[in-house]
């Protein structure tokens, strides 16, 4: 009897201490001791002094580094911008006026404030120190600015512990490509295409596609998801070895992959909030009723910058599946110890 308490004990402090381990840091905190970051409604927004001649340069400088030129919602982002640009500069945001109307470099709606202060095409929004509301942000020439623009604030989608990138790359890539283009966002460079394997991560992300203005008119969006088909357990599996997770969000009638050769089969996020398989080799979705043919793109959505609160988590995790795998010896060797058979 004592020892079974003893294992029940022990199983208690170990699940308590994974627990802990797997705490979500908040923004401040993923971003505590960096003077040139802050957080605002959710979002990483960080300054950048590398001097940019084109609104372009800068926003290809953010794609590289995991994010996109700040879009603008909430005078408390400006605000807080602000409070970070050194006296009497300015830096560029991500709101252009490409001629059709604003837009966004991150792909979202331009809100109707924001839209009000850039009306003259090819110019861009910048904030400039001392800008204190959306209603004082100026505009200047996206290619051949009046002033120099020292500065440019890039922003990114925060969650549990890690930034989310939402691409649109020129050319859709297959599922292997993306996870490429993936690898190369972070510091280092440790980016992987995203894992939706909680209900949370799920939620979060369905919330950022909705707000997403689509380009071309798609049907709908394709993301890439780390998961395949295990051809060895016959299951679908997350792509980070060693990680496992029972949540699953697939679309009704799927997984549907008897046409796919079991060796090519992937999965993506739908912009309808749910998973569908593909084979990781195509880089589009088309459909054609009669006449009509709609080719939807398959979209880049990486994590990166990935952190943990308790740097122990994954030994801790490997320590209670050895436990699990091996309970009922030590269960027998405990009742040894208390010298019961």
């Known amino acids: 009897m004592m020892g079974k308490i003893s294992i029940i004990v022990f199983f208690c402090i170990i699940a308590v201490t994974i627990i802990e381990a797997k705490k979500s840091l908040t923004c401040d ?8 970051q802050v957080c605002v409604d959710g979002y990483i927004f960080e300054r950048n002094d590398e001097a940019m001649v084109t609104w372009q340069d800068a926003e290809d400088v953010c794609k590289g580094k995991g994010g996109h030129l700040a879009s603008v919602t909430s005078d408390s982002q400006v605000i807080a911008m602000e409070m970070l640009l050194p006296t009497g500069e300015q830096a560029w945001l991500g709101t252009v006026q490409a001629g059709t109307g604003p837009l966004n470099a991150d792909n979202t709606e331009v809100t109707t404030d924001v839209a009000a202060q850039i009306t003259t095409v090819d110019n861009a929004l910048v904030i400039v120190d001392g800008d204190m509301a959306i209603a004082d942000l100026v ?12 500065h440019f604030f890039c922003k990114y989608n925060y969650f549990h512990n890690r930034k989310i990138y939402f691409g649109f790359p020129d050319t859709a890539l297959n599922q ?5 283009a993936c690898e190369m966002l972070g510091e280092p460079k440790d980016g992987r295409i995203i894992q939706i394997d909680s209900g949370k991560l799920q939620n979060f992300v369905n919330a950022e596609v909705d707000r997403l203005v689509e380009k071309a008119d798609p049907e709908e969006y394709l993301f890439w998801i780390n998961m395949k088909y295990s051809e060895t357990t016959m ?10 997770s029972p ?5 009704t009638a799927q997984p549907d992959d008897d046409v796919i050769d079991a060796a090519d089969r992937c999965v993506a996020l739908t912009d309808a909030g749910c998973w569908k398989v593909y084979a990781c080799s195509v880089t589009s979705d088309t459909i054609t009723i009669g006449t009509d ?7 880049t959505m990486c994590e990166f910058d990935i952190r943990e609160s308790n740097p122990t988590k994954h030994e801790l995790f490997t320590l209670i599946q050895v436990l699990r795998a091996n309970v009922n010896e030590i269960t027998k060797d405990c009742k040894r110890c208390k010298g019961v058979e």
Do not use: H, Q, S
Not at 29 to 36: C, L, Q, R, V
Not at 139 to 150: F, G, H, I, K
Not at 235 to 244: C, I, L, N, R
């Open 293 to 299: 043919t709609t080719i939807n793109p398959f979209l």
């Open 235 to 244: 299951k679908y599996k997350w792509g980070v070895e060693g990680t496992y």
């Open 29 to 36: 905190e993923y971003i505590a001791g960096n003077p040139m």
């Open 176 to 180: 292997p490509d993306t996870a490429t």
């Open 139 to 150: 505009e200047l020439n996206a290619a051949t600015p009046a002033t120099p623009v020292n």
């Open 247 to 251: 949540f699953r969000k697939w679309c």
